[in-house]
Structures are given as C-alpha cells and as structure tokens.
C-alpha cells in the first residue's frame, strides 16, 4: 500500500506534486499520447477511418460493459454525465402530479433537468441529508405511487458518502419509480453493479483516468423500456428509407440510439486506453487501495480533532472522496498547495474540501496532506 498501483512517471505533471484531486480531474496518462495519435491516423484514412474509429467505439462500449457488468448493447457513450440524465428527464411521459425525487446533496445536473418539468406539474422532491449522510429511510418516506423517477449518486462529490446500491435497488423496485444513478464518484475507483439500477449515467474525466467529451451512459432496456430518445439523428437508426422515403426508418434496438450524431472518437479512443489501464491492474485492487489510503486519511483527519468530517468511516460507505466542511476552505487549500498538495474545493465556492486517493496515490502523498493539514 505504500507504493502507487500505477507509478505517477505515468502521468503528466505528478511527480512532483501531490495530486489528490481526482474527485474534480485526474492527470493524463501519459500513454494517451499514443491513443490521440491512433485516432489522428486513423481519422486521416479517408473513408476507412469510419470503420477504425466504429472498431474503437464497439471495443470501449465492451470495456464498460465489463465493468459495469451488463450487456454491451445497454451502453452508449455520450457527451457528458449532464446530457444523460437530460436524455431521461426528456424521453419520460410526464403526467402533472409525478414526482422525482432528488438528495439536498446532489450535484447541480442531478437537480436542474428536473426543474424544467416543474412547468408540467412535475413535483421535485428533495431529501435531506443528516450529519451530512443521506438515509434511505427517508428516500422511501418521500416515494409515493406518483414517483416516476429517484435519482440519487452512487457516491456524493459533496460528502463523499457512498449509498448502497442494493438497498436502493431493492427499494425503487418496490415502487413505480425507475433509478437513475449518477456514478461518476463510483466508476473506476469502486465496484459499480450498474444492472441495479435503471439508468446510470457517468463522466469519464474524473476516476476512469478518460477525458471530458464521453460519458458512461447505461440502459436498462427490460426494466425501462418505456424511456424514448428524445433527439433523432442518422446514428439513432438501424435502417433509412433514403431519398426514396426519406421519412422512414426503423429505431435501433441497442443503446446507441440514444446518440443522434458522431460521438466524440477522440475521447473514446482516450477512454479506451484509461480502461485497459485500469483493467490492467484490476479494479478490486483499484478499489482496495482507494480504500485503503481513504482509512488512513479519514482516521489521520478525525485525530486532528479539529475538522468536521462529511464522509463517513465505514469502508462500505466510501469510495475515495474525504470530505471536510470548514468556513476556511481557501485559507486551507491555500496552506495545501504551499506544500504541493492539490486539493478540491476553492473552485465551485463551497464550504467544504474534497481529498481524493485514486491509483497513483500513496501513503506518502497522505502523510504529506495530513501534515499540511495539521499545520494549517
Ligand atoms: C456527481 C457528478 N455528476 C456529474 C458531473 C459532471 O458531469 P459532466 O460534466 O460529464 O456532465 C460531476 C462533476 O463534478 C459530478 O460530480
């Protein structure tokens, strides 16, 4: 554990510093430089290049699947974390008197597509969280035969708190509502059994070591066949009638239809070799270490006796965010950059800091944050 799963020299820029800011955005690997350079050669191919940059995109949805345990063709790769839970609350019925139900925690693209639904009688619901942990219980004291939708984070970017994704499954599936998860704190640092829920949404620029440009999209087509696209384009369909009948055509069965155009190859081909990295070392080891190294760092901070802790101790309720709330949040990142230490906080304004321990982490780099934090 004191050794990083893969050596920060695989990084750009990390060697000298202590980078624990993957919550907000990881370092390039390195060896992407040889995935941006396949995609220039394979997009200068002429007509071929569609076929190379198809192969990289089927291969990638295949990784994702794997590591989210599904079929391949439940997962689609869109533009961001944000267009994906758009797609659900756009490709939804809505009757005026439904409800979703949404965490006082959640990140921002968690509770706004939703708001725009309030013009149709859509009710937002919002739980509230206690000692910065949201509770179940209160989730299913909220839900009602009304309840189309909960979308709630696998982790929390704000506390850091994992929620068990069994529990929820087991209780969203005893009602109407479907379960929209956004695992972009869970995907590549924790274990993410995404057929659980309904849809599941997440980035690829934060632990799955990928750029922004793509992200995770999954659907549960037996469980939520029901959700329509609500954008069309030449990809969304698996046959056209042409200029002969250029108003027919059939809908793809598979999760693609849910991306109109083009994705962004070059993000995909990045992606691509972020997951064979991680696959490489193996994500149980991936999620042990963030374990691991989040215990020390959660242990070291509650010692101090003097920072109010948001994520809680257990190990089953942490991926590997640490999160502090203080009123001090740019004095103390301040005091950590002084000594290299890259923490997240100062940059969405709020009163609280987000450590994050992924694979080139060690228990250095924690030693180092905890003594900054001790001097601060
Ligand atoms: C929980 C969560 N979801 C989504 C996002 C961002 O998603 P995207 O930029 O891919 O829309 C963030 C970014 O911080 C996040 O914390």
Known sequence: MSEPLIAKSEFDGIEQVVHLSAGGETPMLRSHQNAIRQF??????????????????????????????????SISLLGSASEGINIVAYGIEWKAGDNVIIADVEFGSGVFPWLLLQERGVEVRVVRHKHWQIDINDIADQIDDRTRVVLISHVSMFTGQRVSLSA???????????????????????????????VVVSSCYKWLLGVHGTAIFYWNKERFPELKTPFLGWNSVSSAGGWQQPTSMTLRDDALRFIPGNPSFISVYILHNALATLAAVGMQRVENHALELTRVLWQGIDSMKRWELMTPEHSDARAGNVCIMTDRVDEVARALRQRNVLVWGTYAGDERLRISCHVYNDRDDINTCLDALGNV
């Open 40 to 73: 220039t050669i394979d997009k200068s191919r002429g007509e071929r290049a569609r076929a190379l940059q198809d192969d990289v995109l089927q291969a990638t949805r295949k990784q994702c699947a794997e590591l989210f345990a599904v079929p391949v063709d």
């Open 168 to 198: 929820l499954s087991a209780l969203v599936r005893s009602s109407n509502a479907k379960l929209v998860l956004d695992a972009t704190h869970a995907a590549g640092v924790v274990n993410v059994d995404a057929g659980l829920a309904d």
